[in-house]
């Protein structure tokens, strides 16, 4: 071994650890993510704080109350809002749920409307810099949940232009994939039932037949028979539905005293949203797994790669919500009736997530190559420096100018976190009059009860709305 | 040994190589009056969305009322002034949430047809307040034909008027269109024929 060492070995060594010590705090500080900044609305959520969670969200878009629209549209302004509007739904706050709502549609039509050709249904942009596109997932549950907020304000026009725009929704997404994302059995029910109580036949069964190509809902027997009694149209489920003996909507378990009473009967509709949809962490995870992964979808040359500092990715992950519910049981004047699932948010949105992993961890690959190519450029100029220090130079250029870029470079978490994961859906014929409502939430974190007063007009209905947020 | 030579390109690169920011300064949203005798007149004439905006509005409206003031039906009732008209909400069968837009068309309908002085038209807002609340107790929409037929009769009113728009709404292309056609009608209330019938279009379109 030499005895000679250069004097330039300590400098550079102590100049690499202080220019790594200058990098990481950067990188860590600058990357709170979408789903990081609003965990307090969630803690607050999961808490049953309801108000809490909106104050939170009232002071991520920067507004004095739930009252006022935000006067900027960021990056996140459109998710933070969908976030408000089901905190006012859940709070029973119908107008400015639909407000929120509408207010947010609109822009993301815009932003679709925005995209390239083609480009309308691909919401991979696993980096934040960009502008949010909702995934199919969200857009339908966003007209379907406003359909709900204005059937419940009592306003059936407003609901009958959400469920229009659900369809528009729901068709543009059927021709995208082949109808893969185009469920949405909920949407669907809601708008057979406000068509049903505009007196438009034709139009409530063909609702309530795309709710039927996605689940047997045997609540609908009885309305679809109503429906058919006075239209022509028909289908094979409508057609299997029809064929079914005569039955009441009456449960089984029910005692033989609480058979429906005659006509003129008035109807319940009783909608629980549950639980929360799983969202999206930042998540790191070593390139050579994130390669073989994502290898379709890389762009660039991988080999850069090799002389980065950072040997790893990070990509939005989709974690479990934690929500404490997952179902739920109603009574109606003591007796029970059985809630249907109408959708399983939760699985469709693991479902969209897992088939578009690949492109978002190809993504992510992609953004780490433009970095390294970076970096390695910075590298090149430092080398060039003069009186021997160029090696160092340059070394701290590229550790600078990569660590700059994975500060400014965050994996997209954007999501519409409060989402329920689980909608149910019962309908109970009445006789008009007074009814109490008994219904509760239940799962592994225990039980969250509401007592809820009703008055029925003769074939009049009621719509009752029970939203958890946990 | 000096090192301030060597640090002055470390510097520099650094420099380089963070975020580029953007010099926002002086682009502040600020508010602004438009229309006819202020500094802006043109403000109203750009279309901002695919929903109806009051120039549509106006422009509709207007088709409508020189149809409805060319018409045999007006013509029959100019000779017996003083018959009494009710306006019934416009059903509204597009994408787009326009209630208060149509209803700010039918109050500039209203305006039109009490200032002729040929008709007498029931307050809308005494028959909304009546059909609010017959609707609620019986259950009834209030576009249902044989309800508006009933409240009108309960008004006093021999004719209605009412319509509704519909839309055609396509994107294609990157671009979105959305094409609303309004249908009005004056139906009779004793005999519900229809004694009038216009339909006025107008298209918005999003494109690139």
């Given amino acids: 071994m030499s005895g000679r060492r250069s004097p330039a070995r300590p400098l550079r060594r102590a100049l690499k650890w202080a220019g790594l010590a200058l990098v990481a705090p950067v990188v860590v500080a600058a990357c709170a993510t979408y789903s990081e900044r609003t965990q307090l ?84 942009f696993s980096d934040s810099s960009g502008k949010y596109h909702a995934p199919p997932s969200e857009k339908l549950a966003l007209n379907a949940i406003n359909m709900l907020n204005y059937v419940l304000a009592g306003d059936l026009s407003g609901a009958r232009v959400e469920a229009k725009r659900f369809t528009i929704t729901r068709e543009y997404l059927g021709q995208l994939d082949a109808g893969k994302s185009a469920h949405g059995a909920f949407g669907s029910y809601i708008a057979g039932f406000v068509f049903e109580r505009l007196g438009e036949t034709d139009t409530a069964l063909r609702y309530y037949d795309e709710a039927l190509q996605e689940q ?38 029910a005692p033989a005293e609480a058979t429906p009473p005659p006509a003129p009967l008035g109807e319940i509709l009783v909608v629980m949203n549950l639980g929360r949809v799983p969202y999206k962490v930042p998540e790191r995870m070593p390139i050579g797994l994130a390669v073989g992964m994502g290898a379709a979808y890389i762009t660039g040359s991988a080999a850069v790669l ?26 109606v004047d003591g007796v029970e009736w059985p809630l249907e699932l109408a959708t399983n948010l939760d699985a469709e949105i693991v479902r969209e997530y897992e088939a578009l992993k690949p492109k978002i961890i190809g993504a992510a690959i992609t953004r780490l190559i433009v970095r390294a190519a970076v970096a390695e450029g910075a590298r090149a100029a430092g080398n060039q420096a003069k009186d021997g220090a160029g090696a160092i130079v340059g070394l701290l250029a590229a550790l600078a100018a990569e660590g700059a870029m994975v500060a400014a470079d965050k994996p997209d978490t954007r999501s519409w976190t409060l989402l329920p994961a689980f909608v149910f859906v019962a309908r109970v014929p009445v006789a008009p009059g007074q009814h109490r409502l008994a219904v509760t939430a239940m799962g592994s974190g225990g039980r969250e009860h509401r007592d809820i007063s009703v008055d029925v007009k003769p074939g009049g209905f009621a719509v009752v709305d029970v939203t958890t947020l946990r | 040994m000096s090192t301030r030579p060597r640090i002055l390109p470390l510097l520099a690169l650094l420099a380089l190589s963070a975020p580029l920011t953007t010099v926002t300064a002086g682009c502040k949203p600020k508010a602004v009056r438009g229309g006819p005798g ?26 409508n009322m020189d149809k409805l003031m060319a018409s045999p039906w007006w013509g029959q009732i100019s000779q017996a002034p003083g018959t009494i008209v009710a306006i019934w909400p416009i059903k509204n069968e597009t994408s787009e949430h326009i209630d208060d837009q149509l209803n700010t068309l039918l109050g500039d309908m209203e305006t039109e047809l009490v200032n002729s002085g040929v008709v007498s038209v029931v307050s809308r807002e005494r028959q909304a307040e009546m059909a609010n609340e017959v609707a609620v107790q019986q259950n009834r929409s209030i576009y249902d034909p044989n309800f508006a037929n009933q409240i ?26 959305v094409q609303y056609t309004l249908f009005m009608q004056v139906i009779e209330v004793e005999t519900s024929l229809v004694r009038f019938q216009n339909k006025s279009e107008r298209s918005k379109a999003i494109v690139r």
């Fill in chain 1, 41 to 124: 609305a969630r803690d607050a959520a999961q808490a049953g704080d309801v108000a809490g969670t909106e104050k939170v969200l009232n002071k991520f878009l920067k507004t004095k109350s739930s009252a006022d629209l935000p006067t900027e549209w960021k990056k996140e302004t459109i998710v933070a809002l969908l976030e408000r509007s089901m905190v006012l739904h859940a709070k029973g706050d119908w107008r400015s749920s639909a407000k929120d709502m509408v207010a947010a549609d609109k822009e993301l039509v815009l932003l679709d409307i925005g995209r390239d050709a083609g480009q309308v249904g691909k919401w991979i």
């Fill in chain 1, 216 to 253: 047997p809902f045997p609540s609908l027997r009885a309305p679809v028979a109503r429906l058919a009694a006075r239209s022509s149209f028909r289908s094979p489920r409508i057609d299997e539905l029809l064929a079914l003996q005569p039955t009441t909507t009456q449960p089984e378990a």
């Fill in chain 1, 306 to 331: 090799e002389r980065s500092a950072l040997k790893f990715v990070v990509y939005p992950e989709l974690v479990p919500s934690g929500a404490l519910f997952n179902t739920g049981q109603l009574l």
């Fill in chain 2, 38 to 63: 202020t500094e802006n007149p043109n403000l109203d004439q750009a279309a901002m969305s695919t929903t109806l905006d009051r120039r549509d509005l106006q422009e509709l409206m207007r088709t």
């Fill in chain 2, 152 to 177: 009108s009769r309960q008004l006093g009113a021999k004719y209605y008027i009412t319509g509704k728009v519909g839309t055609v709404d396509e994107y294609f292309n990157k671009e979105r269109r």
